[in-house]
Structure formats: structure tokens, C-alpha cells
């Protein structure tokens, strides 16, 4: 099936190009009346307010419901989660500003992150024939979304999921800057057409532009590497806008699966910006307002100032899950025979405000209790409870666990070839600081846990002095911190903003991390079976594909030769090895292999 299929060509026919040719006879009528309304028209201002609503980051969540710890879903800031609590919120505001002077749309990462978004990706696949409908399709849908612009992890599952779920959505996915590899023409609808009555005699015409993020070159490299390209937010909106504008858009609203701070976690391993969403208001003009994706932060109103016009344009993020909901409040003029953005402002509504809606909740229900079901499946036992909290500043046997599970599978993977007789070392990262193994039984949510993303496995051949510089580039995740003195935990680590899941333990060696020394200098000590690390040494490299494609700009690994790769996620590998141990014993694999110096003084 081509990627600019019928989706595409028919959709964007009818929320494009098709709505604008009406907008465009739509503008012609109205105008003729304005210039019939004569003098006593004119003496007449004309005002006209909307406001559009937006979500992002949804991550499969339709429940205040946490399928990892299968009780409701809480935080230290008590924050709710799901399409459940939106909707509430949504139909508050199309009371109170009236339906019709409304719209709803969302800036991706839609269906993956939690154990419901699997299962009918994996378990009980919408893709199969006479398969389900995605539960997000279904929310979404009941809830009334306008259009969504595609996130990275839509890609997660490969594109006949994504197609699927397109197809059972009454929205358009939008995606301006993914294009198929071979025509190089928009895979999915760039924009979509939006008109708004008004008691003024003339419609208002609201473009939606969905740009995507192009990382996903990189991180499903896998599933797009010559099926689709991903080129930059800023140069597929100097594209768009121009278009938009000239169709009769009198408001042009971007929504970007894309952060604000104009930087990138590849490095320069692409030539686009990972998070481009102030660069595009601040270079592209035409733009009134943009909903901003991807970097799972909050940020009710943020403005940047267009280098050419010199106005304003207002960003806006809500916190991901379905914890807020952003609202962006537009004033119109009508002038010169159209409509001209006045006034624009943003701010966020906290879901946990309200309660669940019941259309949604009774909606899916039987869905929900599918996935509590399978989630709680026992696949195990363990013989010791164990827990990731301390994960980022200590070697725990959790992590170790991870760890044993990609030796043992890639050791199996390369039995029998010349590389059988390699030593095989493994990387993983502290995902969850909640993940938990319990003593006693053991269900696939807890094994799941462990590891939250779509990754796979993969082996790459690197050597010694590769190894001691992908730990170097490991550790600055830690805050330099003097000798002596008491050391608090919370403030060792993300040093300059890195996430937990870019702090790579490596299993299989032996160090320390002296966080008294600056970055580049800290990894000392390395050795392997009690010797130091040979440089020229050869070792096997277990690691996920996010890795190996360049998440987190680590060096070496994504130029390094694959050996070995695995289309099964992590997660069921890990799953499948517990089941056919049938028992978890951390004195098997676990063993503290690296910790925290100052100075060669132990931090704990």
C-alpha cells in the first residue's frame, strides 16, 4: 500500500485544498455583502472570539489508571492522567464558550506508552482482520478531536499500525514534514481546514499545520529507513504557511511534536533541530500560535518574537498524559474586508481538577479490564524483592537483571559464529525510579516495568578505548560534586538536564565514577575480569535500538558493526526469560560492578 494513498489525497482534498476553494467563495460573498452593508457597515466593528484546546503526549493513557502498579495513577504533585479527565475539561469549556467557537487537537505521541496502547498493538492488534479499534481512536473520537499531529512514537510499532490507527481515527493525523522516501510528497495531510460561523456575516478560517519530529530518522530507523523521510519543522512551515495564507487562512495555528529550547539530543548526527518549536515562530512569519509537543514539560504561555514581523507568536505545552489541557484564546477584528488575529493568550487546566467523564470510562471499559487482566498474569516467582529507587546513583540488582537478560540472548544469538568467543557486555538505564520486583510472584506488569519503551535489541562490536569514552559521555549525567561534605542523592544527578534514560550503566565491566572530576575524566579503574581494559580489545556490545541508532548522541555504538539485531521488544524478552526460568534468584546475575568515588573515596 503507498504511503500518499487514499488517506492522504482524500483527506487533504477535504481538510485542505477542497475547504479552502469553499473559503475562497465563502471570502467573495462575504465581501460583496460588507461593501452592500455600505457606511452603516463600516460604522459597525466587528469582533469575534475561539479558542482552541490541546493536548500532547497522550502516551496511550485514556484511564486515571497506572497498569504497572495496577492501582490509579498518582505523583507527588497528585497530578491525574488520561483522555477520561480531558474530556471533562473539554466539555467545561464547549459550555461555557459554545461548541461552535471551539476546536481540539492534539501534538502527538498518541498511542504508545502504556500497557492498554500495547496490548492492541501486540497482544490483540487493531491490525489484525476484524481486529479492534485502537482505544485511543475510540476516545479521541467520542471526545471530538479536530486534528492530531503525528509524534515520533507513533512510529514505535511500525507504519501498518500507524496506517490502522489512522484509519479508524474521524481526525486527521497531520504531518507536514513526513514525507515518502521515494516522491518526496507529504505521506500524511500537512494541514487541515477549520471554519468557524460567526454572527458577523463572515466564517473565520482556521489552518492547522502538523509538523512531526526528525528524530524519527534515527530512533525508528527500523521501521522508516526508505519508506519515509523526515525533514525540519522550520523549512516544511516556510513551505506551508505562505500556502496556508494564501488559501484565505485568517489564523494559522502550528502544532509541533517538537519542544521549545532549539536543541537537539542526536547532536549533529542530523542536520534538523530535535526540538525547533521556538525556532519556527521565530523565524517563520504568518504564524499566530503554536502547540508544542515531545518535551514532556509544562509551559502555559511562552512568546517569541518573529524576527520578520515583529509580533508575538504564543507557544503553549501541556504536561503530558492528559495532565493538562492547554487553551488558546483568539481575538479577531474584522477589517478591511477580513479578519485579523487582535489578541492571543494560553494557559493550561489541570486535569486532576475534575472527574473522570463516564461517556468515556463506560466507552472502554471492557477494554481496560482486558488489559488489567493480562497485565496481572503470573509469569514467575522471585526470591528477593528488588527496586529501582536508588538505580541512578547505585549498581542495584534490578538494573543487573536487565542487563543478565540481553547477555544471555545475545550470548544464545551469536553461539556458533566468529564471534562466539567474544565477551558480551550489555547497557541499560534506570527508565523507572518505581519499578519494583516483588519476593514471591512475579506478573508480566511487573517485569513490563522495567522497561517502559518499544525498544529492541540489537549487538554491535566495539572495543576498549570506544567502551571508556561511551562511559565518559555516560557520566556527565552527574553533578560535579567536591570531596567531603554530606552527599544528597536528589542532587547528584540529570546534570544539565539528562534524562535518567541517557545515564547507561554497562554490565560486564568493572569502575568508578569519580563525580569530583569534570566531565571526560571521571571513568576510572576500568577493568574487565579483574585486568584493566585492553583499548585494542574487542568486546560485544548488547544494546536497545534506541541507542544504536543515535538516541542520546552516545558515541561510537551507532557507527559500530551490527552483529546481531531483534524485532521483539526488550520488554517480552524479558518476560519470556522469566517465564522459562520460572524463578528470579538476584544471586545469580546480581553483583555491585560500579559506584560513585570522590576523589577514590567511595560516595556510599
Known sequence: MPLNRRNFLGRSAVTGAGVALAGGAAAGSAQ?????????????????????MGTTDLHGNVFNWDYFTDAEFDDKAHNDVGLAKISTLVERVRAEKGRENTLLIDAGDTIQGTQLSYYYAKV?????????????????????????????HEFNYGIPVLRKFEEQCDFPLLGANALDAKTLRPAFPPYSMHRLRTPCGRDVKVAVLGLTNPGIALWDKQNVQGKMTFPGLEEQSAKYVPRLRSMGADVVIVSAHSGSSGTSSYGDQLPYVENAAGLVAEQVPGIDAILVGHAHTEIPEYRVKNRSTGKDVVLSEPLKWGQRLTLFDFELVFVRGRWSVEKVSAKVLNSNTVPEDPKITDLLVDEHRKVVAYVNQVIGTSTAAMSSAEGPVKDVPIIDLINHVQVETVKAALAGTAYAALPVLSQASCFSRTAAIPAG?????????????????????????????????????????????????????????????????????????????PKGSRIVNLSFGGRPVDPAAEFVLAVNNYRASGGGNFPHVPQAKQLWANSDEIRNTIISWVKAKGTVDPARFASVDWRLTRDGVPVF
Open 124 to 152: 490483540d492488534p487493531i491490525t489484525a482482520r476484524r481486529g479492534p479499534v485502537h482505544p485511543m481512536a475510540q476516545a479521541m473520537n467520542a471526545i471530538g478531536y479536530d486534528a492530531a499531529a503525528l509524534g515520533n
Open 32 to 52: 460583496a455583502a460588507e461593501g452592500a452593508e455600505g457606511a452603516a457597515g463600516r460604522r459597525r466593528e466587528r469582533r469575534y472570539s475561539f479558542t482552541v
Open 441 to 517: 510472584e512475579v506478573t508480566i506488569r511487573d517485569a513490563a516495568g522495567l522497561y517502559p519503551f518499544e525498544n529492541t535489541l540489537e549487538a554491535r562490536l566495539v572495543t576498549g578505548a570506544q567502551l571508556k569514552d561511551y562511559l565518559e559521555y555516560s557520566a556527565k549525567y552527574y553533578v560535579q560534586t567536591a570531596p567531603g561534605g554530606v552527599v544528597d542523592p536528589a542532587k547528584l544527578t540529570n546534570a544539565d538536564g539528562t534524562p535518567d534514560y541517557n545515564y547507561d550503566a554497562v554490565y560486564g565491566l568493572a569502575y568508578d565514577v569519580d563525580i569530583a572530576q
